[in-house]
C-alpha cells in the first residue's frame, strides 16, 4: 500500500489534487503508542496560510462538483467504498499502528467506514426536496436540496478513519467541496482516506487535507469567511469554542464532544450478560471511546455479584500491542493520555473504591508503551468527579441504588448526553428508561458502544449541539433548503392567489 507518508518524511498536505510539502519549520513526531520506539509518522505543523491555500482550491472545485449529477458523486463514492473494502486489513494495521487500539477494534472501524460510504453513495439518488399543493392558482412549489459550499471538518484521534469518513462523505455526496484537518496524533488514515478517494476518482480540490495545531491552522479553518459550516468531532472545551467563533462568522456549525455514558443494572437482568458488556463498554479501545462505558448504575442486592463477574472479567482481558493477535486492549494514546487517566485513578481513590487496576503496566513489552490494568471503582458517589468527568481511559465507576427511579435519576445527573444502556428484563422498565434518559442514543441489554451506519449518531446536553451526524439526519447538516415558486398563470396574479 502506498502511502504519502514514510516513516522518516514528513506527511505533505493534499491540497488542490496534490500532496504537497508543507513549509512547516516545526513538525510533531507521533509514534506507535504500544512500541514507542517506532515513529510512525511526522506531522507538520502547517501554517495559516497553507491552510487558506486549502480552502481556496476548495472553493475554486465547488462549482464543478456542484454541478457534477448527483448519482455520479454516489458512484464516485461506490468506487471508493469498494477499494476501502478491499484493503480493510491494512487500514486496521495502519490504523492500530497511529492509535493503539486492538486490531479487532480496527477491523470493525475500517468495515464500519465502508458501511457509512456504502449508505451515503445510495443517498445520492435519493437527494430530494418535497413538492407541495399550492395556495396559489396554477403555481408549483417545491424545494430542492442546495450544497453549502466549502465545508471544513475537525477529527479527533479516536477514531482517525471513521470519523473523517461520516463527515467527508455526506458532504461530498450534497456537492460540497470540503477541507479536512485531521487530529495530530492520526495521520495516517486521514492520508489513505484522501488516496482512496483520489483513486476512486475525485476531482482536484473537492477534498482537501491539512495537517496542523488545533489552534493554528483549525482555527483559520473556522474563523475563514469562505468555509461556510464546521463539522467538529473533540473534546467539549474546544466544541463550545468552536460553536461560539462558528456563530460569530454564521456558519452552519455541528459538535460532537465528550460522553459519561451510563448503564443501568436491575435486579432482574442477565448479569453474566451486563457484565461481559459492561467490560467491553469499559475497557475495550482502552475506554477511548466516546460512547466508552464508565458510570454502572446498578440495584445494590445485585452489585456484589455483579462487581465480582466485573473483576474477573477485567482481570483476565488481554492487554497488549493491538497488532498482536488475540489482544483486547491496547495502550493510552500518549503518556499525557496515560498520565490523565493515572491522575483520575487517585482523584477516584478519595471517593470511591478501588476494586482493581488502575495501575501502570510494566515489565516486558509493557515498558515500550503507556499501559493501564482496567480499573473498577465501587461505592462511588454520583457527584464524584470520576463519576462526572469524561476521563477517556480504562476505567469505571459502579454506583449503587436502591431502585429504578433512583437509578434513573442518577443516569441524568451528568453535563453529557451521548449513550446509555439498560440491563432489564421488564419491558415497563425498557421503555421508561427509553422515554426519560437523557441520551442521544441509548441501547436496551447491549453495550453503550454499538452504532450502525444508517442511524443518526451523536449526543444532547454538553455532548453535542447542531445536527446529529450519520444517516439522513447527517446528510441534511450538508445541504440548505431553498423553496421554489413557479407562476405558469402566464399573467400577473389579481391577488396573491387568484
Ligand atoms: P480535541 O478537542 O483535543 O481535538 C479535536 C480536534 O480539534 C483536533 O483535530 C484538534 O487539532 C482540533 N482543535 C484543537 N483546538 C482547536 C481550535 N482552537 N480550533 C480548531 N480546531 C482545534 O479532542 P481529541 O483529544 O482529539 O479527541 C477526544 C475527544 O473527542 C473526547 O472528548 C471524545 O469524547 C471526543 N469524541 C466525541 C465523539 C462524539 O461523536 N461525540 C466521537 C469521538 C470523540
Known amino acids: 500500500m502506498a502511502t504519502a507518508a514514510t516513516t522518516t518524511a514528513a506527511c505533505r498536505n493534499f491540497i488542490g489534487g496534490k500532496w504537497v510539502e508543507s513549509k512547516a519549520t516545526q513538525f510533531f513526531e507521533r509514534r506507535n503508542p504500544a512500541s514507542t520506539d517506532e515513529i510512525v509518522a511526522r506531522i507538520p505543523l502547517s501554517t495559516r496560510e497553507e491552510m487558506r491555500a486549502a480552502i481556496a482550491a476548495a472553493k475554486a472545485a465547488f462549482p464543478a462538483w456542484h454541478d457534477t449529477p448527483a448519482p455520479d458523486r454516489g458512484k464516485l463514492l461506490f468506487r471508493t467504498a469498494q477499494i476501502m473494502e478491499g484493503e480493510i486489513d491494512s487500514l486496521a494495521r495502519l490504523l ?113 487535507v491539512v495537517f496542523g495545531a488545533g489552534e493554528e491552522v483549525g ?165 464524584s468527579r470520576i463519576a462526572q468527568e469524561e476521563i477517556f481511559g480504562p476505567v469505571v465507576s459502579v454506583i449503587r441504588v436502591k431502585h429504578f427511579e433512583e437509578a434513573l435519576e442518577a443516569a441524568n445527573f451528568c453535563r453529557y448526553g451521548l449513550s446509555s444502556s439498560i440491563y432489564t428484563n421488564d419491558p415497563a422498565r425498557m421503555f421508561e428508561f427509553i422515554d426519560r434518559i437523557e441520551t442521544g442514543i441509548t441501547h436496551v441489554n447491549a453495550s453503550t458502544i454499538r452504532s450502525e451506519a444508517h442511524l443518526p449518531f451523536g449526543g444532547i446536553k454538553d455532548t453535542g449541539v447542531g445536527a446529529r451526524e450519520i444517516g439522513h439526519a447527517g446528510l441534511d447538516f450538508y445541504t440548505e433548503l431553498k423553496a421554489v415558486y413557479i407562476d405558469y398563470t402566464g399573467r400577473k396574479r389579481e391577488s396573491s392567489v387568484q
Open 219 to 383: 482555527d483559520e479553518l473556522v474563523q475563514h469567511p469562505d468555509v461556510r459550516a464546521i463539522s467538529f468531532t473533540g473534546s467539549t472545551e474546544i466544541g463550545s469554542q468552536i460553536y461560539a467563533a462558528g456563530a460569530r462568522g454564521m456558519k452552519k456549525v455541528q459538535c460532537e464532544m465528550g460522553g459519561k455514558n451510563p448503564v443501568v443494572i436491575l435486579a432482574d437482568a442477565d448479569l453474566p450478560v451486563a457484565s461481559a458488556s459492561v467490560a467491553t463498554g469499559a475497557f475495550g479501545s482502552t475506554g477511548q471511546r466516546c460512547t466508552a462505558t464508565s458510570r454502572v448504575i446498578i440495584e445494590e442486592k445485585i452489585a456484589d455479584e455483579f462487581v465480582k463477574m466485573l473483576a474477573e472479567r477485567a482481570g483476565n482481558f488481554r492487554i497488549g500491542n493491538g497488532l498482536d493477535a488475540n489482544i483486547e486492549m491496547g495502550p493510552s494514546v500518549d503518556e499525557g493520555q496515560m498520565n490523565t487517566v493515572l491522575k483520575y485513578i487517585e482523584i477516584g481513590k478519595q471517593d470511591g473504591k478501588l476494586i482493581c487496576g488502575g495501575h501502570r503496566l510494566t515489565g516486558g513489552a509493557f515498558d515500550k508503551g503507556y499501559f493501564i490494568a482496567p480499573a473498577i471503582f465501587d461505592h462511588v458517589p454520583i457527584q
Open 96 to 208: 492500530t499502528r497511529e492509535e493503539g487500539k486492538a486490531l479487532a477494534d480496527s477491523i470493525v472501524e475500517a468495515q464500519r467506514s465502508v458501511n457509512i460510504l456504502q449508505f451515503v453513495a445510495g443517498e445520492a439518488r435519493r437527494l430530494n426536496g418535497e413538492s407541495f399543493p399550492s395556495e396559489a392558482r396554477k403555481n408549483f412549489s417545491y424545494t430542492i436540496k442546495m450544497p453549502l459550499g466549502v465545508v471544513g471538518a475537525i477529527t479527533p484521534w479516536n477514531f482517525p478513519l471513521a470519523i473523517p469518513v461520516w463527515k467527508i462523505a455526506p458532504a461530498l455526496i450534497a456537492g460540497n467541496t470540503c477541507v479536512l484537518k485531521p487530529a495530530e496524533f492520526t495521520p495516517l488514515c486521514a492520508i489513505r482516506v484522501a488516496e482512496i478517494l483520489a483513486e476512486a476518482g475525485l476531482p482536484a480540490g473537492v477534498l482537501n
